[in-house]
């Protein structure tokens, strides 16, 4: 039982776009379909494709959903918890790139910042910047599988180093939830600060458990989403480069395939191309974009699989 809906919730957290059958059947722009893609972008494949002659390519691409938040560390009530306006503004933009079940910034909060509950949370919770969230539905008590995914993938992107934290996984009868830490709060606990950039850190591409559990645990919901404002903080990607690569190109895409691929929270150009075993210059060619740097949640693109 365990085992399949661990399972479940991996598939759920890689987004496998769906192939629009639409596109696929009507596509509207028919480029010649190129070997490889030429360093230099060529302005003009077809008429209707925007010219990218003046594009500046960048070496550093802003993850879809970044939002610096405001640096308000005044202490708001969140129900029965304590939270400051900083993370309660980073809970706010998470709710709005999700957008689903789960009230991010509202009744889904099952504990604050501020706050000593002994040894279960190992002191993260102490200082600002740190909240639980529940990812049951109520009364039911169903767990909501299939948001987790869409869900940490928001709030990573808002800004908070989030985990799932399953059934007994930190305790025998500790319950299911979303543990959160808001990257740069000025107030955050030593423990919560250990769980961004400490041996077993966020920012390493780890589960953020401490010591206590062993050794470091890969994080099991893709690398850290690194914002420009957290560069600005001193936040960098610390994973050995080769954990940094670039996703492999999904299974059963067929090359020269057509399909419609919509934006999700921590989406950069150049990951969503090589999801699809292509190249980001080509995407941004073929939409036409003018900024490859960021993606907005949402937009659609249209991609040719390996182009
Ligand atoms: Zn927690």
Same mark, same amino acid.
């Given at each position: 039982?365990?085992?399949?809906?661990?399972?479940?919730? %991996?598939?759920?957290?890689s987004?496998?776009?769906?192939?629009?059958?639409?596109?696929?059947?009507?596509?509207?722009?028919l480029?010649?379909?190129?070997?490889?893609?030429?360093?230099?972008?060529?302005?003009?494949?077809?008429?209707?494709?925007?010219?990218?002659?003046?594009l500046?390519?960048?070496?550093?691409?802003? !993850?879809?959903?970044c939002?610096?938040?405001?640096?308000?560390?005044t202490?708001?009530?969140?129900?029965?918890?304590?939270?400051?306006?900083?993370? @309660?503004?980073?809970? $706010?933009?998470?709710?709005?790139?999700?957008? =689903?079940?789960?009230?991010?910034?509202?009744?889904? #909060?099952?504990?604050?910042?501020y706050?000593?509950?002994?040894?279960?949370?190992?002191?993260t919770?102490? =200082?600002?910047?740190?909240v639980?969230?529940?990812?049951?539905? %109520?009364? $039911?008590?169903?767990?909501?599988?299939?948001?987790?995914?869409?869900?940490?993938?928001?709030?990573?992107?808002?800004?908070?180093?989030?985990?799932?934290?399953?059934? =007994?996984? /930190?305790? !025998?009868?500790?319950?299911?939830?979303?543990?959160?830490?808001?990257?740069?709060?000025?107030?955050?606990?030593?423990?919560?600060?250990?769980?961004?950039t400490?041996?077993?850190?966020?920012?390493?591409?780890?589960?953020g458990?401490p010591? @206590?559990?062993?050794?470091?645990?890969?994080?099991?919901?893709?690398?850290?989403?690194?914002?420009?404002?957290?560069?600005?903080?001193?936040?960098?990607?610390?994973?050995?480069? $080769?954990?940094?690569?670039?996703?492999?190109?999904? !299974?059963?895409?067929?090359?020269? @395939?057509?399909?419609?691929?919509? #934006?999700?929270?921590?989406?950069?150009?150049?990951?969503?191309?090589?999801?699809?075993?292509? @190249?980001?210059?080509?995407?941004?060619?073929?939409?036409?974009?003018?900024?490859?740097?960021? /993606?907005? #949640?949402?937009?659609?693109? $249209?991609?040719?699989? =390996?182009?």
């Amino acid at each position: 039982m365990a085992v399949a809906l661990t399972a479940g919730l %991996l598939a759920g957290c890689s987004p496998v776009p769906t192939p629009s059958p639409t596109a696929a059947a009507a596509p509207t722009v028919l480029p010649s379909p190129v070997p490889s893609i030429p360093p230099s972008p060529q302005p003009t494949l077809t008429p209707s494709l925007t010219p990218t002659a003046e594009l500046t390519w960048p070496t550093v691409f802003e !993850p879809a959903g970044c939002q610096p938040p405001p640096e308000d560390y005044t202490r708001v009530e969140l129900g029965s918890w304590v939270i400051n306006r900083r993370t @309660q503004a980073m809970l $706010e933009h998470a709710a709005r790139l999700y957008g =689903g079940e789960i009230d991010l910034a509202g009744a889904a #909060v099952t504990q604050g910042s501020y706050h000593d509950n002994g040894a279960a949370s190992f002191g993260t919770h102490l =200082g600002g910047g740190a909240v639980d969230l529940s990812v049951i539905r %109520l009364p $039911e008590w169903v767990v909501l599988w299939d948001e987790i995914g869409p869900a940490l993938r928001a709030l990573r992107a808002a800004g908070f180093a989030a985990w799932l934290r399953d059934y =007994g996984e /930190l305790s !025998p009868d500790s319950p299911i939830h979303i543990h959160a830490v808001a990257v740069g709060d000025a107030e955050l606990s030593a423990a919560a600060e250990a769980q961004l950039t400490g041996e077993a850190g966020y920012f390493r591409g780890y589960d953020g458990l401490p010591a @206590q559990f062993g050794a470091p645990r890969p994080d099991r919901f893709g690398g850290p989403v690194v914002c420009a404002w957290m560069r600005a903080k001193g936040y960098e990607d610390l994973r050995p480069p $080769e954990a940094r690569a670039l996703p492999t190109a999904l !299974p059963d895409l067929t090359p020269g @395939q057509t399909l419609t691929y919509t #934006v999700e929270p921590g989406d950069t150009l150049p990951a969503v191309a090589a999801r699809f075993g292509t @190249q980001a210059e080509a995407v941004a060619r073929r939409n036409g974009l003018t900024r490859v740097d960021t /993606l907005a #949640v949402g937009k659609v693109l $249209e991609i040719v699989v =390996g182009e």
